[in-house]
């Protein structure tokens, strides 16, 4: 079973970046892997995700051109750099993980792991 653990979250004005890590517990070079948010009184929203090898990636319209999400599988570690922060962008953040070694294409695959997630608060 894979653990995973976020870090990197905080407080930022909007306008200004982040640069959430996640961290896993074993190698990673077989799953697909996403970052995923959730603000209270919100539906869950899937933001990005990136294939096993990093050769596809998805993103949703919402962060299109401002977050980019990127692996290094030898670090076990996945990334993502957030740029052009908006107040609508505080959540709570996670990653989640799929074994999975098929191309990511228009969405997001089902993920059967995920971790605590990290909190990001944007101030006006």
């Known amino acids: 079973q894979v653990q995973l653990v976020e870090s990197g979250g905080g407080l930022v004005q909007a306008g200004g970046s982040l640069r959430l890590s996640c961290r896993a517990s074993?190698?990673?070079?077989?799953?697909?892997m996403g970052w995923f948010r959730q603000a209270p009184g919100k539906e869950r929203e899937e933001l990005s995700c990136i294939s096993w090898n990093g050769g596809s990636a998805f993103y949703a319209d919402s962060v299109k051109g401002r977050f980019t999400i990127t692996r290094d599988n030898a670090a076990r570690t996945l990334y993502l750099q957030m740029n052009s922060l908006k107040p609508e962008d505080s959540a709570l953040y996670y990653c989640?993980?799929?074994?999975?070694?098929?191309?990511?294409?228009?969405?997001?695959?089902?993920?059967?792991?995920r971790g605590p997630g990290t909190q990001v608060t944007v101030s006006s």
């Open positions: 989640a993980a799929r074994a999975s070694l098929v191309p990511v294409q228009d969405t997001c695959p089902h993920m059967n792991y």
């Open positions: 074993q190698l990673i070079e077989d799953y697909a």
